[in-house]
């Protein structure tokens, strides 16, 4: 039996180094961190997705949640005829989506949760026959393949209530000990039992967390259920997405949360609110709710001015999504698009631009992954700081600048 890993992060790693077959993994835009424990798992490089898709008879998704769909569609166009196990923390109703995609072409689907707080469980909803092939892998190893009851969906609905109740709860403990640490009472509300320790371990994941909250209100709202618990619970998370695989002290990660002093936050823009980011996300998702949403640009940095709002669609169709979006935002610079990059401009004010590309493009790289970069080296933030301050030329500066970091991406692939 040959299984596809996409992709080995902490917990596909784990579920690949303890998979009983030969497990292949794409290393292709893939960064050292993730090649180290890959390596450690024990794993086969066959280099793109596209090769893995064609030597795997079966494949296990264990992506961020917020490019779940893209990936899926990604393999589903790549001609994948076998058993397609996604294991994401995504809303059942985006579960069903998937799952609609895949069988399209011919794939066989799996509803997957993985669950870490008593052991390692990953959870498995679909057909009985195929719920069976996949729970044979994990036969005597330390992950507990558990069937559940209800089809697809049901395994992304029990990710949906346990991630909300951990991760909300984990984000009331954030917000408790800001309110405490304003008033000098944070050892006093240490003592009542709201552990802080967990709030620092938190934040190096916050930028898989909060597109999970976004999920998970996604899925209260589908329910008729309150929503805005979770939602809160992402815009906190939000605002410690640029400390990712960081250690941070706990009095900084306090300090973002609050809109007092130093702007913070991915959402926070000079001229427009987080409901401003929020709003066209919701336009942007009513055409394309494939598409993986992320806020880029100045508003995406912390302390950086910014007097618009740059948000970047991931979609495995460009050509598809840029002609349902042209509805909704008028193209901007039409004449130089590409089969992988489509650009929309909303002049506002504050004026709003929405490129649509690929995951993994050079697209990819300028417009999203760039910025998550920016955002986490104070270095380039206090350089890129300085060329806007010199007058002149500086859309020609800007270029010049972000080819370098996007350079630095590629050095760290």
């Known amino acids: 039996m040959t299984v596809g890993l996409l992709f080995p992060g902490a917990m596909g790693a784990e579920l690949g180094a303890a998979a009983r077959a030969d497990v292949l993994w794409a290393s292709e835009g893939r960064s050292e961190a993730t090649a180290r424990r890959a390596a450690r798992a024990g794993l086969e490089d066959v280099g793109t ?145 709201v552990d802080a320790e967990r709030l620092v371990r938190a934040a190096a994941r916050a930028w898989r967390w909060g597109p999970e909250m976004d999920e998970v209100a996604d899925s209260c709202a589908e329910l008729g259920l309150p929503d805005g618990i979770a939602r809160g619970a992402a815009d906190l998370y939000r605002r410690w997405e640029r400390h990712r695989d960081d250690e941070v002290e706990l009095a900084r990660l306090l300090a973002d949360l609050s809109d007092i002093g130093e702007t913070v936050g991915l959402d926070v823009v000079a ?14 998702a009513a055409v394309l709710p494939e598409a993986s949403l992320f806020v880029s640009g100045s508003a995406s940095v912390n302390g950086l001015p910014a007097n618009d709002l740059d948000l970047v669609a991931l979609v495995a169709d460009v050509s598809d999504a840029a002609a349902r979006l042209r509805a909704v935002y008028p193209p901007h610079h039409e004449d130089e698009w590409r089969i992988d990059w489509a650009a929309f401009r909303d002049p506002g004010p504050p004026q709003v631009d929405v490129v649509v590309t690929q995951p993994g493009t050079r697209g990819d790289a300028h417009h999203r992954r760039a910025w998550e970069l920016l955002a986490k080296d104070p270095e380039l933030i206090a350089q890129y700081r300085a060329l806007k301050a010199i007058p002149g030329h500086y859309e020609q500066r800007k270029a010049a600048f972000f080819e370098r970091v996007v350079g630095l991406l590629e050095d760290q692939s």
């Open 49 to 193: 997705i596209a090769a893995l898709a064609e030597g795997s008879e079966i494949v296990l998704s264990v992506c961020p949640p917020a490019i779940a769909e893209v990936v899926a569609a990604q393999v589903s166009a790549l001609g994948f005829g076998g058993l397609y196990v996604d294991a994401n923390a995504v809303a059942p109703a985006r579960m069903g989506r998937i799952e609609e995609t895949l069988s399209g072409a011919g794939a066989r689907v799996v509803d997957g949760a993985v669950l870490g707080s008593k052991g390692l469980h990953l959870y498995l909803a679909g057909d009985a026959s195929d719920v069976a092939q996949v729970a044979r892998l994990f036969a005597e190893t330390r992950v507990d393949a558990i069937a559940l009851p209800g089809g697809i969906g049901a395994a992304s609905a029990l990710k949906m209530a346990f991630g909300g109740w951990n991760k909300i709860g984990i984000a009331l403990a954030a917000q408790a000990h800001a309110i405490a640490r304003a008033y000098g009472v944070e050892e006093a509300l240490a003592a009542e039992g």
């Open 271 to 284: 001229t427009a609110t987080a409901a401003l980011a929020d709003e066209h996300r919701r336009r942007i």
